[in-house]
């Protein structure tokens, strides 16, 4: 079945340390995200990539970078210049390049990150 | 700026009581409105998109409605696999998503 794939479900990070989340898509999306959820918070955007080697910053990309070199493929690392990066993570994909496409997101799982 | 709110945060529900969660917005050209159904620990996973004022659409037990400044996601008789947290968002001209933070609906058997 298509989808996204991301991993780990649980990262830990130590003070200083850069960690990279993996996102992988079969779905042959043009389109990928990533988005932060905080509690009782919306979701909000952190990067997005409409084709393969581009992307865009998106309203709190500030202390995370990340790379499209194959269309499948949209990792996330999150770097020491984030000062609170305790949250979960998701990806997303769309079926076309148009920013929060009208055929909605597909959301992989997520990746829950504690600083420790 | 686009807001997305959504009430109530939370709601209980017995088996087979329908009711309604209500998303109000305002956003610069309305692009498309969408509901999200929410699992604990997992991804949100996409429902519906919602574009004009009128407009309506069913899956199930669930129907979304909208208007010029809310949408409302009904729910008939619902059951507990029914429980989760609606997410409801926005796109506006400016091409962003803004999404609320979400109504956490438990169904008690």
């Known amino acids: 079945d298509g989808g996204i794939t991301q991993s780990p479900k649980y990262l830990f990070r130590k003070e200083g340390q850069n960690v990279t989340l993996s996102c992988e898509q079969n779905?042959?999306?043009?389109?990928m995200y990533w988005y932060r959820q905080d509690p009782g918070q919306g979701l909000r955007l952190i990067y997005y990539?409409?084709?393969?080697?581009?992307?865009q910053k998106g309203d709190i990309a500030e202390g995370y970078s990340v790379s499209r070199e194959k269309k499948e493929s949209f990792p996330l690392t999150v770097t020491s210049a984030q000062k609170n990066p305790t949250a979960f993570y998701l990806c997303?994909?769309?079926?076309?390049?148009?920013?929060?496409?009208?055929?909605?997101?597909?959301f992989g799982s997520g990746t829950r990150l504690t600083v420790v | 700026e686009d807001q997305v709110t959504q009430s109530p945060e939370a709601l209980r529900l017995q088996e087979g009581e329908s009711s309604s969660l209500n998303c109000s917005y305002t956003?610069?050209?309305?692009?498309?409105l969408f509901w999200y159904r929410q699992d604990p620990g997992k991804g949100p996973e996409f429902l519906f998109t919602?574009?004009?004022a009128g407009e309506e659409k069913e899956k199930e037990r669930l129907k979304a409605t909208l208007t010029k400044k809310e949408s409302f996601l009904h729910i008939t008789a619902p059951k507990p696999e029914d429980s989760a947290t609606y997410l409801c968002?926005?796109?506006?001209?400016?091409?962003?998503?803004?999404f609320g933070t979400g109504t956490k609906l438990q169904v008690i058997p």
């Open positions: 997303a994909s769309s079926i076309d390049r148009t920013v929060g496409s009208n055929y909605g997101y597909t």
């Open positions: 779905l042959n999306h043009d389109a």
């Open positions: 990539s409409q084709i393969v080697n581009d992307f």
């Open positions: 956003v610069s050209g309305l692009r498309g």
């Open positions: 919602l574009y004009s």
């Open positions: 968002a926005v796109r506006g001209g400016y091409q962003k998503v803004t």
